[in-house]
């Protein structure tokens, strides 16, 4: 079962479009990164699941129902905190929190209660008097209290401190359950959801690059490092799969993005007779690196052409 | 706090990882036999990691016998496998083998493998 599916959505601004023919899909039960840069439609795909935004064409599926059809039944099972969540600054933590309580009937006071101690929230300050950190702290709150099934979480980490972005991750796998307990974050920066994650979608300019299990993408990945003895041209040009593909002197170095001990042993033997090759492997992080470096070259290539 | 040692390391898999710390801490007495194992939410707490990959983690301790799990306790260290020693020497096979492959297409010699295992494993405490 998917807690989200998209089929075929675009969302234009006027001419630009933002999102474009995006088919994703999120399983139930995973942490789910959606991964990109600044601009690649991360946010833009978020409002559309939330209703914030209708789509120009295609659709959105949240909890199995028409994401313009969300109703107050889906929407308590749902948490979202958003980098630009707008909160009423004129009201102190606690009357922020009294509003939000008779909205969701299964809000947990002893877990609203041990939240803002693991928040070290000040109760009776205002909104308007709180840090960025503290802001956060108190939508994700706002947003745990009732225990949704699924959080979705747009960049919540940016412009966060460390500290406070541990305390954030600690918040949300406080409410965690096993079984179909599910979050959807999106994010330009993977490093903090690295661990916490095990499903990641990559997003570029509004097209979907990737999406599959962490395991299976770390098991595809390797940086490749060929050492020559002789700083001799290879005669046959890299396959397809061979990212970034560059030689420096007797060095050549390459993302290689079908790894399998045997094939690549073989694919390397064939083009460097005798050198010594070693495969690392790649963090999420890398990984996404890279992909955007060989997006970009190939754009520049195509440009050329 | 997990009572075994960890650091997890980017771009290797979780579960494999946390696996192999597991066994380790068996092998060299930080985890004694009969002692309590943390708790699939603990271990995510702990780790930040997803629950569901915790709860994968456990299951696969407990299928390769290294926990033992007792409905409404909790997961303990198992006894050591029992059984015949070959039986066992064959569980090692196909990482013995990887090893002779890695260390033939470094130039090693046998003995330089040699050595290095005596090291290794003058180090667990053998």
Sequence with gaps: MNVIETHNLVRKYGKTEAVHDLTISVPTGSVFALLGPNGAGKTTTIKVLMNLLTPTAGEARVLGVDSQKLGVNERRQIGYVSENQQLPLWMSVRQFLDYCRPWYPAWDRDLEKKLLGRFELPEERKLKHLSRGMLMKVALLSSLAYRPKLLILDEPFSGLDPFVRDEFVQGVLEVSEIGDWTVFISSHDIHEVEMLCDWVGILNAGRLQLAEPVEKLQARFRHIEVVLHEPIMPAVSPPEHWLCYEQAGSVIRFFEKDYSTGKTEVLCRERFPSAAVTAHPMSLREIFVALMRAQRVQNTEGAIK | ?126
């Design chain 2, 1 to 126: 706090m997990l009572p075994f040692t960890i650091e997890l390391k980017l771009g290797l898999p979780v579960t494999e990882q946390v696996v192999f710390a597991t066994k380790k801490a068996v092998v060299t007495g930080q985890l004694k036999v009969g002692s309590m194992f943390p708790s699939v939410r603990v271990l995510s707490q702990e780790l930040k990691i997803n629950p569901n990959t915790a709860h994968k983690i456990v299951a696969t301790l407990v299928t390769e016998g290294v926990l033992v799990t007792t409905p409404g306790v909790g997961s303990v260290v198992a006894e050591p496998l029992a059984g015949d020693k070959r039986e066992r020497a064959e569980l090692l096979g196909a990482d013995l083998e990887r090893l002779v492959v890695e260390a033939k297409k470094l130039g090693l010699s046998l003995e330089d493998v040699q050595s290095g295992l005596n090291k290794h494993w003058r180090k667990l405490g053998g």
